[in-house]
């Protein structure tokens, strides 16, 4: 055997005997050392930024304190609208009617006479709306909580400053 196929062959049994003793090639140092690091450092990112270490940092919880302002709680204040009776638009030549009795919850005794000076001004406000609706606006829960919501709009631009808080429905009959 020459000189040349010898060496090789030393440093080939170098090489095996260097990984079975546990030498480290570019993959187990990816695996062994620079993922965990990595994986640790994106873990301690997430739970710094969580607020979760904000007690282990001695970080002090900010805690804003809120003015609660009382409003002094009165007997409830109501107010009847007359009743009124509305022709609903409909595709057929069957003319639908809405017979409605609403009355409003007002905030203070003091709205009364501002409603009753506007009060032209939210039936009217009522009327035009209520004649657009078509009966199956009205149908279910969902289709009264809406007209409700749409009446209390209504009303409260109407009768500023005034506040009405709800609209409460005494009787509401659809034909």
Request: aromatic share 6%; no cysteine; hydrophobic share 45%.
């Amino acid at each position: 055997m020459s000189d040349q196929a010898v060496s090789e062959d030393v440093g080939e049994e170098f090489e095996v005997e260097a990984r079975q003793k546990g030498g480290m090639n570019g993959k187990k140092l990816v695996l062994f050392i620079v993922l965990p690091i990595l994986l640790l450092g994106i873990g301690g990112a997430g739970v710094y930024f969580s607020g979760l270490a904000d007690s282990f940092l001695g970080k002090e919880e900010e805690v804003a304190e809120e003015v609660v302002e009382e409003i002094p709680v009165g007997p409830a204040v109501f107010y009847d609208l007359p009743e009124m009776l509305i022709n609903l638009t409909s595709g057929g030549r069957r003319a639908n009617f809405l017979k409605i009795s609403v009355s409003l919850e007002l905030e203070s005794e003091a709205d009364v006479a501002t409603i009753e000076a506007v009060l032209p001004r939210i039936r009217d406000n009522f009327q035009v709306y209520l004649r657009e609706l078509r009966i199956e606006d009205l149908q279910g829960s969902a289709g009264l909580q809406r007209l409700r919501e749409e009446l209390l709009l209504r009303v409260n631009a109407a009768a500023r400053p005034a506040v009405i808080q709800d609209v409460l429905f005494k009787e509401m009959l659809v034909q």
